[in-house]
């Protein structure tokens, strides 16, 4: 500590002076002998005493330059050391003493307004009856699959039964050219025209709100049809498909009643019509248009066809200009669109050179996920036209591509096909063919004349019908749909022919095309489907493919199979598909918000399960479960809480198998210690039911305590509904889980002494605080009672425990999230925080804590016990215990005294273990992370060990687009000559865009539709964009065997002390930090903000070309003798016919009228 002694200075005439170092006199002695002195004008005398008198004015005039000099120095160095010395000043002892009186206060009273101790008593006393045992994991797993084997396979059977009916419609019915046949399309029904008719094709069609339907208008005694805009609603071929297909209808019917838990059945045609059962009113888009087709979906194709490789050659030679290169573009989106995770791709253009669209990829085939077909797709935006078409070069990469892969054993190992786009083909390619495909003709070929011109399609049709592929000629388009998807259709003719009937199943998706409501959009499903064959024997060697057959599975119901409370606090379910992508994981994110929108991500149905079990690093799960494997490890995790801001250490057990006669692999976690054990009780349905319907009392509704879905009667009745008419048998014929019931009588029966205790709070007349809302408890089966204290009006926290506070209560895929932090925290003593900030008027604080059961040296997790009360009493205690009285005896501190946080010198916090503030005099710090508000003293935390950052990582992230500029020339005139290029371009393209374009086509379809889409995302300006990225965040964690600290943090011209002190039994610190020492320059914030982790090119690379473990599908259809190779294409005509142009434009001139 820094003193200034009196003995070392003194002020003279006001001012403060020195002793002279190396003289030994001060001022006034040197006066004193100068006055004795005097000067004698006598000789030498008078000489020496004008050299005295002259060395004399030198060394005052030094003195007084000594004298100002020291001054300054002596006031700085007092000014910095009484700054020091002010630093001292905040008490230990204090802070200590008011942590412990805040920690008594805030005990008692969470203690005496949830009733803790005696629910606690309670468990305690049935110990003797209960027993506590051990999960076994690998059993478990077993049985929840085979649940979902049983249930997945009625859904199959469902399917075999559709299939057989159309395929037998089909047999029996002759084609008519001239059929005339209404339907209910399901655009039009029950729309009337001006004059109250119905319109054509419309009719009453009764619609009925369904709860089994996410609450949409079905009617479930008929089917309807939908038609895309661009295929014609009573063409030829659409009123035979759809005249035959009306046997299905009995047999969805029929499905629907043998297995309630169906949810859509359909059917979709080849020739481009949807028929779903049970029938709705569809509903368009903005612009009025229908884009869903139903061979675009991946159900349809993935049932069509068997796995392929498939690579896209495209022509960007200088002939591709303009519409022509627009078109190829579209087209090679369409073919992208049609592959799935089974299959493998890669795209090539040529023009002078043979060039790869992602470098990385040269050489070789990567699989077709989503993330690398919409990585295709932007490369491919990028590509413009140069040069001289060489296909020849092109042709011959491809093929050496294929046959590498098929050698190496990598890809598919089933279908190859070349598909090459291009305005005509010049060059002698017979030789191509020769050398590398004939005569096996392994790898088919199929190609896309773009443009008007026909003078090259004699070349274009003999390619493909040389090697087993299809000719088709694209103008415009609106052309590009219909002719890509004829390469489908080829490709399943080996599987038409055996009539093998292969059962597929889709990743999971979110069909939000399908139906356009929130329910249906934001709800994840597989769906399982079987293709459809002509079995006429005239048409045998033409293997006509009819269409598909699927019904859908929303995955939710999958893991019902999987109970909860089967699984314990921390445990939960999983399934993922043969390709390691997650179908079904509570830390699966599927969707994002743009704006005030949830929205899918564009890759949400690709996320690895090594992305989400990431701990995992050598892949040991990932890869058994991908095998198919049946088995079990352990790991050490770290898993997140409430949306990543919190960290649990756990040890978790996994436990696996393959789901039967399906791609999937289920997977399950069980929690090491309390994870492991489950007790089990029993009491009397009597005395159970008693307490059960207590009113206080709440189950689970999204858990299945009893079967609802299956009779249409049940399924107004809510859980707890469910379950008591069952009990009480009213309604005996439900199906209930009968181990899930036993358990919540016994938690009711047990937990039934808290409404009293509860009820005598409320009418004790001292009254309850003042800011203590709510108290609550919840067990392991599911069973909450609360009570609060505080009327509606008055209740801050209206929403906390209500359906919408899906955090807090039990739902399908977790515990309460107080649940979960009471369960790792010590038995008995409280855990508070502070919930997720959301709309909020004023914060609300939740302090709870576990109950436990204790056989046998076992312990068990029996439920949980807590309050909720509003910050502001909670803020008032805290300030009201941080304050000395003016009267404080101060005789014994050293520091400032009596000291308070009302004091502007000193800031007080009140933080939880993971450094979220609870507590501060700045409003707006509250839900903050302290590093946010005071780095300085966080950072020096963290170096003295009382608080560990840990790095987590998310794979999941969605990241803003960087803007940038392609090019910083002429930046000012840059606008002008975009606009000259734009009008070059029109006026260049215009004419031909007039005789490229299918006019009387526009009338039937918007040929913009699909390509619209793709576009439209370059609309947004760079930085608004969001894309999947992967980033690396922190989270802090107390260290509790660190209960107090203090220091003090050296900021350049200040220095600043805080002091640190546990709140006992809690998880609470008390901070106390000096206000006005400003180290903000020194120590920034630390921030919880993820960072982007950056891959450079060549780690990028490697990661999008990895092929990791897979199992391949079963089946292969890749060849049949009796195929018909010569069914290869249309022949090609164009004509320009100006009455048929106008015909078209009268007839819809007359229509919009």
């Not at 495209?314 to 669109?337: F, P, Q, Y």
Request: proline share 4%; net charge negative.
């Amino acid at each position: 500590m820094c003193v200034l002694h009196e003995t070392k200075t003194k002020v003279l005439e006001g001012r403060v002076i020195m002793p002279l170092l190396g003289y030994g006199e001060t001022a006034s002695k040197l006066r004193s002998r100068r006055g004795r002195l005097g000067c004698r004008a006598q000789g030498d005398i008078r000489d020496r005493c004008t050299e005295y008198r002259e060395y004399r004015e030198y060394r005052w005039d030094s003195l007084r330059r000594t004298e100002r000099a020291m001054a300054v120095w002596i006031l700085l160095a007092a000014c910095l050391c009484l700054s020091a010395h002010a630093q001292m000043r905040i008490p230990p002892e204090t802070v200590l003493d008011w942590a412990n009186t805040f920690g008594r206060q805030l005990v008692a009273m969470s203690t005496r307004y949830s009733g803790s101790l005696l629910l606690q008593k309670k468990y305690k006393d049935i110990e003797s009856i209960v027993k506590i045992e051990e999960v076994d994991g690998s059993e478990l797993v077993a049985s929840f699959a085979e649940e979902m084997e049983r249930m997945l396979g009625r859904k199959m059977k469902s399917v075999k039964r559709l299939a057989e009916s159309a395929e037998d419609a089909d047999l029996y019915h002759d084609f008519n050219a001239t059929l005339e046949f209404d339907y209910f399309n399901s655009m039009m029904i029950n729309t009337a025209d001006e004059d109250g008719n119905f319109v054509e094709l419309g009719g009453e069609f009764p619609l009925e709100e369904n709860e089994h339907f996410s609450k949409l208008p079905v009617n479930t005694q008929q089917s309807d049809i939908q038609v895309p805009t661009n295929v014609y609603n009573k063409d030829p071929d659409i009123l035979n498909g759809v005249y035959m297909s009306e046997a299905l209808n009995d047999i969805f019917i029929s499905n629907f009643e043998k297995d309630p838990t169906l949810t859509w059945q359909y059917f979709g045609s080849s020739t481009g019509f949807f028929r779903l059962y049970p029938g709705i009113k569809w509903t368009p888009d903005e612009n009025g248009v229908v884009t869903f087709d139903a061979r675009n979906r991946n159900w349809y194709i993935q049932a069509a066809t068997s796995p392929k490789d498939i690579i896209i050659v495209v022509d960007v030679s200088g002939s591709m200009k303009g519409l022509r290169l627009t078109i190829a573009k579209h087209t090679i989106n369409t073919i992208l669109d049609t592959l799935g995770e089974n299959d493998f791709v890669n795209v090539m253009a040529y023009s002078d050179y043979v060039r790869y669209v992602e470098p990385c990829f040269k050489g070789t085939l990567v699989q077709a996920d989503l993330d690398n077909r919409e990585h295709f797709k932007l490369l491919v935006e990028g590509l413009h036209v140069k040069g001289e078409g060489k296909v020849k070069k092109a042709m011959k990469e491809a093929f050496r591509v294929l046959d590498t892969a098929a050698t190496a054993q990598v890809g598919s190992l089933c279908n190859q096909a070349i598909m090459l786009i291009t305005d005509g083909a010049m060059e002698d390619f017979q030789q191509v063919f020769q050398e590398f495909n004939w005569p096996e003709r392994k790898v088919r070929v199929f190609t896309y004349l773009i443009g008007r011109e026909l003078t090259f399609a004699d070349n274009m049709k003999w390619i493909a019908c040389n090697n087993k592929g299809y000719y088709t000629h694209i103008s415009t388009l609106a052309d590009v749909q219909e002719n890509v998807m004829e390469y489908l259709h080829v490709l399943s003719r080996p599987m038409v022919i055996n009539h093998d009937h292969d059962i597929i199943w889709t990743e999971a998706y979110m069909d939000s095309v399908l139906f356009n409501t929130q329910a249906q959009s934001l709800l994840l499903m597989t769906s399982v489907a079987m293709p459809v064959f002509s079995k006429k024997e005239e048409t045998l060697s033409h293997g006509i493919l009819l269409g598909v057959v699927g019904t859908d599975v929303p995955l939710k119901e999958l893991m019902r199979l999987a109970p909860r409370y089967k699984l314990g606090v921390h445990g939960y379910a999983f399934l993922n598909t043969n390709n390691g992508y997650i179908m079904s994981h509570p830390d699966l994110r599927p969707l994002y918000k743009e704006g005030k929108r949830l929205k899918p991500k564009p890759n949400y149905n690709s996320v690895d399960l090594a992305e989400v079990e990431w701990e995992d690093t050598e892949e040991i799960l990932r890869t058994a479960m991908v095998k198919g494997q049946t088995g079990s490890f352990s790991l050490d995790v770290r898993t997140t809480i409430e949306k990543g801001r919190r960290m649990l250490f756990l040890k978790n057990d996994y436990f696996y198998t393959a789901i039967k006669d399906t791609p999937f692999s289920l997977g399950m976690v069980l929690t090491r210690g309390h994870g492991e054990f489950i007790f089990l009780g029993n009491v009397s349905v009597e005395e159970g039911l008693h307490d059960l319907t207590a009113y206080d009392v709440s189950i689970a509704n999204e858990w299945t305590y009893c079967e609802t879905d299956i009779d249409p009667h049940h399924r107004k009745y809510t859980q707890l509904q469910a379950v008591i008419r069952y009990l009480t048998g009213k309604e005996p014929e439900l199906e209930c889980d009968e181990d899930l019931l036993r358990q919540t009588l016994f938690d009711a029966v047990v937990s039934a002494p808290m409404e009293a205790y509860w009820t005598a709070l409320m009418l004790n007349a001292s009254g309850t605080d003042d800011g203590v809302e709510t108290a609550f408890l919840g067990t392991r089966s599911g069973l909450m009672r609360l009570i609060r204290f505080a009327g509606n009006e008055k209740r801050v926290g209206k929403k906390f425990l209500t359906v919408e506070d899906k955090d807090n209560i039990f739902t399908l895929d977790h515990f309460p999230l107080w649940y979960r932090r009471s369960a790792e925290f010590e038995p008995g003593r409280f855990l508070y925080f502070l919930p997720r900030a959301d709309t909020r008027d004023e914060p609300i604080v939740i302090g709870s804590t576990s109950i436990t059961v204790n056989v046998d040296k076992k312990m068990a997790i029996a439920g949980a016990i807590g309050i909720q009360m509003t910050l502001s009493m909670l803020q008032k205690r805290f300030f009201d215990v941080t304050v000395q009285p003016n009267d404080t005896d101060c005789s014994r501190i050293e520091g400032l005294c009596p000291l308070s946080c009302n004091l502007p010198e000193i800031n007080c916090y009140l933080t939880d273990s993971n450094g979220f503030i609870m507590i501060s005099k700045e409003k707006n710090d509250v839900g903050r992370f302290f590093g946010e508000v005071d780095g300085s003293v966080m950072s020096q935390l963290i170096r003295m060990g009382m608080f560990k950052r840990v790095s987590l990582f998310d794979y999941q992230a969605m990241c803003k687009v960087g803007t940038h500029s392609s090019s910083s020339a002429r930046p000012l005139l840059s606008p002008f000559y975009g606009m000259l290029g734009v009008l070059k371009w029109f006026l260049s393209n215009f004419m031909l865009f007039l005789l490229d374009f299918n006019f009387c086509g526009l009338w039937h379809s918007n040929p913009f539709v699909d390509a619209g889409t793709f576009h439209a995302t370059n609309k947004k300006k760079s930085g608004d964009i969001l894309q999947p990225c992967d980033t690396e965040y922190p989270t802090f964690i107390y260290e509790p065997s660190i209960m107090e600290t203090n220091s003090v943090i050296k900021c350049g011209r200040c220095q600043k002390v805080f002091v640190i002190q546990q709140v006992p039994e809690s998880n609470l610190l008390m901070m106390v930090v000096q206000a006005d020492c400003d180290c903000s320059r020194q120590y920034p914030p630390i921030t919880l903000n993820p960072r982007e982790v950056k891959y450079n090119a060549t780690v990028k690379c490697d990661r999008m070309k990895s092929m990791k473990t897979r199992r391949r599908p079963e089946s292969c259809h890749a060849y049949h003798p009796k195929e018909n190779a010569k069914d290869c294409g249309r022949a090609s005509s164009i004509s320009l016919s100006v009455s048929l142009f106008v015909l078209c434009l009268s007839t819809a001139l007359l229509g919009d009228r």
